[in-house]
């Protein structure tokens, strides 16, 4: 990391693991930014990571960490049940004391299988003083942005901008660590909230897996009578169910507990709406429909 001169690139070598919508978008962001000297785009498929080079996306192309020589940031963007994997392969490709982050939308399983985090203890990151903590090698990352849309040709600059990192960082990190990454989703735009993964998890079952689970159900009501009637209102509500399952079957499966749980009071609130149009209760739904207005009209526009 270059760290002395404010005009050089916060990195070196940058490896994107996966350039995919996510990736792609990571690559032109972090090139709109200059955070870095090569952005080198690695995975499975060379051809497609080729076709990404070529498009001016990423510098370089990898699929195996001997070759890519003294990364100092390596990002997996690759699917929930694949992170621990190409985490511990990827790792390989780091400069000693680099940095290994995801982009994953679920954090207790990955955050347990890579640093033995129990899932139980709320634990700030340490001073660096701590004899007791050891440098980072996996700091878990989630940066709140995204579209239904997948593949690099998707792939934006300005997608991160505005928008909310969350970082959950396992208790033998160093703050130190934790500051570096912090940097780097700033220096993109965001705006950086350190949590537990158990926190992670919880919240985001309820403000990104649910609103997918509700959107998938609303989509399955859909039949060619209805279709040529669906307007703006279903558009927008039911768009998220476009995503890639490959990416969402295993993000419902590896925060099993915290999306039930979010369905299970989605479902209540169904219900209790359901029993006052039933009942004729005309104050009761108006209650309830100016409750839910007031509650998001809380919510910060979307720019």
Request: charged content about 25%; overall charge negative.
């Amino acid at each position: 990391m270059n760290s002395s001169d404010n005009h050089l690139p916060l990195f070196d070598t940058i490896v994107i693991v996966g350039v995919g919508l996510i990736g792609g978008s990571l690559a032109r962001a972090v090139r709109e930014a200059k955070l870095a000297q090569r952005i080198v785009g690695a995975g499975r498929n060379l051809e497609r990571l080729k076709e990404a080079q070529r498009a001016g996306v990423v510098d370089d192309v990898a699929d195996a960490p001997h070759e890519v020589t003294g990364a100092d940031l390596v990002i997996v963007c690759t699917p929930v049940d694949r992170v621990v994997e190409d985490v511990r392969y990827w790792s390989q490709s780091l400069r000693m004391n680099g940095l290994i982050t995801d982009v994953g939308s679920t954090k207790q399983v990955i955050c347990g299988e890579l640093e033995g985090f129990d899932g139980q203890t709320d634990v700030e990151p340490q001073d660096d003083d701590d004899d007791d903590f050891v440098d980072a090698v996996f700091i878990g990352s989630h940066p709140l942005a995204g579209s239904e849309k997948h593949g690099w040709e998707h792939s934006d600059g300005t997608l991160f901008r505005g928008r909310r990192c969350i970082l959950t960082p396992v208790p033998n990190v160093r703050k130190s660590s934790v500051d570096e990454l912090k940097k780097f989703w700033q220096l993109l735009g965001m705006q950086v909230d350190v949590m537990t993964p158990m926190q992670h998890d919880r919240l985001l079952a309820v403000t990104s897996h649910l609103p997918h689970a509700a959107a998938a159900a609303m989509s399955l009501l859909l039949t060619d009578e209805i279709i040529p009637l669906v307007a703006t209102g279903f558009r927008s509500t039911a768009r998220v169910a476009g995503g890639d399952p490959s990416v969402w079957t295993p993000i419902f499966l590896s925060n099993a507990e915290a999306v039930l749980s979010a369905i299970d009071q989605f479902q209540s609130e169904l219900t209790t709406l359901a029993d006052a149009i039933r009942a004729g209760d005309g104050d009761g739904v108006t209650s309830i429909l100016a409750e839910a207005r007031n509650r998001y009209l809380q919510l910060d526009p979307v720019e």
